[in-house]
């Protein structure tokens, strides 16, 4: 059974702290994702990676950073937690989507992991 | 960049059909997916559209059309389980946009006895 699994499901943090979320796959997917998801904004994408060690930005990157030294792990870095980053925070992974083989690009998601920072 | 709308929330009885829209505004992408998620649970997916029409599966239905930037999810026969929100998305393929797996603001579906 595939699996996405984030470190933790709930955390509280303080302001400035600094924050590890953890995300784990044994799929041997190439891609993975942070999105974070607030009520009324679906999900917005924070950083994503298409291999080892490569990042790229998503939509909000400001505050994050990322790291991906193995394959199967990608971490998000909140340097200096602040309260507008209270939020679900959501990992996923896919294969790399190449045009014409029936890949649908089919992401799957981690249970995800709630922050609130104080 | 991509733009996608679709409506906050839909309320449906037991066994009716529902229809989500999503329009977009986005410059190329490579095909339209729709997400489920429960509350409190992960998404999942549920369909994919990479050419215009209509795909089936089992109670759900999903239709591209990319000459009008519209697409839809159907549900029918809805049960009580279908109630979560539902989430359209398209992977951007501009230089910018590449391998992003842009998302709409959900719509939540509320099915009632």
């Known amino acids: 059974d595939v699996k996405v699994t984030q470190s933790s499901r709930y955390l509280v943090k303080r302001t400035g702290e600094k924050v590890f979320l953890e995300c784990v796959q044994d799929?041997?997917?190439?891609?993975m994702f942070w999105y974070r998801q607030d009520p009324g904004l679906g999900l917005r994408l924070i950083y994503f990676?298409?291999?080892?060690?490569?990042?790229e930005k998503g939509d909000i990157p400001e505050g994050y950073s990322v790291s991906r030294e193995k394959k199967e792990r990608f971490s998000l870095i909140l340097e200096s937690a602040s309260t507008n980053q209270t939020s679900m925070y959501l990992c996923?992974?896919?294969?790399?989507?190449?045009?014409?083989?029936?890949?649908?690009?089919?992401?799957?998601f981690g249970e995800g992991s709630r922050l609130t920072v104080l | 960049g991509q733009s996608l709308e679709q409506p906050s929330e839909v309320t449906a009885v037991e066994g009716a059909i529902v229809q989500i829209n999503c329009t977009y505004q986005t410059s190329g992408f490579y095909g339209l997916s729709w997400y489920q998620q429960h509350d409190g649970g992960a998404p999942t997916f549920l369909s994919y559209?990479?050419?215009?029409g209509l795909e089936e599966t089992g109670r759900f239905s999903s239709f591209l059309s990319r000459s009008d930037s519209y697409g839809y999810l159907l549900l029918q026969e809805l049960q009580m389980k279908d109630s979560a929100s539902y989430f359209c998305?398209?992977?951007?393929?501009?230089?910018?946009?590449?391998?992003?797996?842009?998302f709409g603001a959900g719509t939540q579906v509320v099915v009632t006895p």
């Open positions: 996923a992974s896919s294969l790399n989507l190449r045009v014409g083989t029936g890949n649908t690009g089919e992401l799957f």
């Open positions: 559209n990479g050419l215009d």
């Open positions: 998305a398209v992977r951007g393929m501009t230089t910018d946009s590449w391998g992003k797996l842009q």
């Open positions: 990676s298409y291999d080892v060690k490569m990042k």
């Open positions: 799929m041997d997917h190439e891609n």
